[in-house]
């Protein structure tokens, strides 16, 4: 299968993974996780693992999942699919980096396609819906049982599986990766132990996809004796960053209201409680994000108060702590307060800033009535990152707010391309073209700029249809 041939499968994938329902683009969490991943490709390029058509062809997309299961897997085309449940329960970022690392020479070495290719004789259109139905499984067996098509299909789901061989390469590839980025290896051993615990419990035995087979003795045993080489012995350390957004991920992966209770009974536990002051931060960091499920916005501000004085020494974990008085702000309908501290977090109010603080900012802007302000930094922001989602939201959103409804309208129709859902975003598309000719005084910039990417639109709509 050729790069352009694995991309397009990849591509029906994520297709379908943006469309469910789980699927969530958190800007704080995500900023983590992408902030390992660059790092992780920054390495496998300096190892000359990651050949510059694959760098160059793959879409090297993290997409995150509201599942509370520890898993994370590998997808055609450079998609990595990583469950929230699997950042709650690692205790540093050195063993989320170990997954990732693992997941990532998966797709370096070519693991993936040279599994499909030996099944030459399915349509890649089945491979994918089995594919699909086989993510599915952990959630939904039901689902994933009527989307994995015929019993050829399921018949055949056993040999996708990696072998054997593969897992140890993708160990071994992922764990010089992974050192070669910085991270600590002795994350590798303290994961494998974690998803050894984890996979008694987890696996449905409903197709799982592409999922490691159960983790050996052997493949532990060899990672302790690649690090008796390292002269670290002491065990990790959780730091109070990693436990705030592990925090956070639990809390997204479960947002009903008994979670929400639990997690400030929890927090009003830590006074009687010895916890390490990291401990005390994850405890209270969730505790804000519960009271502010529940609305009780005052409760969240006092939680707010003890967790910065907590964290004010570190200066990653007050930066977290920072970006959560701003959530809580913008919550409570105080977005002038959020814009204040933002500019605290970026003192330049310049451009280079994070993705979490330009979108915090950019809503703060959009309710206080500095809708333009908004407008003008996630534009410069998308120059850059066409296939920002969430950005094209929070921009579509200013336009609404300033009365520019062609804008709008393709603003969304972007929405939908950037997730490759191109049948939504031609609709959106001819609506904002049938604005153009109905209106007056009509930007005829913007109007051309739409009836360009329609026609873009259109052409992508029809090679989709020659891949079927």
């Not at 590839?173 to 992974?178: N, T």
């Not at 005390?280 to 505790?287: E, S």
């Amino acid at each position: 299968m050729s790069t352009s041939a694995e991309r397009q499968l990849g591509d029906r994938i994520a297709r379908m993974l943006y469309r469910d329902p789980d699927y969530i683009d958190d800007p704080v969490l995500g900023e983590y996780v992408q902030g390992i991943w660059q790092r992780l490709m920054a390495g496998a390029r300096q190892r000359g693992e990651l050949p510059p058509e694959l760098d160059e062809r793959f879409a090297w997309d993290v997409v995150l999942g509201r599942d509370r299961s520890v898993n994370a897997f590998a997808l055609p085309g450079g998609y990595m699919g990583v469950h929230l449940g699997l950042v709650a329960v690692v205790s540093s970022e050195d063993e989320l980096a170990s997954v990732l690392a693992h997941e990532l020479s998966h797709v370096t070495q070519r693991h993936i396609v040279r599994i499909i290719s030996r099944q030459g004789n399915q349509a890649p259109w089945l491979i994918g819906a089995m594919i699909l139905g086989a993510l599915a499984a952990s959630s939904n067996p039901g689902a994933a049982s009527a989307m994995i098509v015929g019993g050829q299909a399921a018949a055949v789901q056993g040999q996708l599986n990696f072998s054997r061989d593969m897992e140890r390469e993708a160990d071994r590839v992922g764990y010089s990766v992974m050192t070669q980025a910085g991270f600590d290896p002795r994350g590798f051993v303290g994961m494998f132990e974690k998803l050894q615990q984890a996979n008694r419990f987890n696996d449905t035995g409903a197709f799982p996809y592409l999922r490691s087979h159960p983790l050996t003795t052997e493949r532990i045993a060899d990672m302790q004796a690649r690090q008796q080489l390292q002269t670290r012995p002491d065990p990790l350390q959780l730091t109070m960053a990693h436990a705030m957004l592990a925090a956070r991920a639990r809390m997204l992966a479960n947002p009903e209201v008994d979670s929400l209770r639990a997690a400030l009974l929890q927090a009003q536990a830590t006074t009687v409680a010895p916890m390490s002051p990291a401990q005390q931060a994850g405890v209270m960091y969730a505790a804000v994000l519960a009271a502010m499920g529940l609305r009780e916005y005052e409760q969240a501000q006092r939680w707010l108060e003890r967790l910065q004085a907590v964290v004010r020494s570190d200066e990653r974990a007050a930066y977290q702590a920072r970006l959560l008085d701003a959530e809580l702000a913008l919550a409570a309908a105080d977005p002038r307060r959020a814009s204040t501290l933002l500019q605290a977090a970026a003192p330049d109010a310049g451009l280079a800033v994070t993705r979490p603080v330009l979108f915090l900012r950019a809503r703060a802007w959009t309710q206080s009535g500095q809708a333009r302000e908004a407008a003008e930094r996630l534009q410069v922001w998308l120059a850059s990152r066409p296939r920002d989602a969430q950005a094209w939201q929070l921009l579509s959103a200013a336009y609404v707010a300033q009365g520019q409804t062609l804008r709008a309208v393709r603003a969304e129709a972007e929405v939908h391309a950037a997730r490759l859902d191109y049948v939504a975003a031609r609709d959106r598309l001819r609506a904002a073209q049938e604005l153009a000719r109905q209106g007056t005084g009509v930007d005829h910039v913007e109007a051309s700029i739409i009836d360009t990417r329609s026609r873009q639109i259109d052409l992508l709509l029809r090679e989709q249809a020659l891949e079927r």
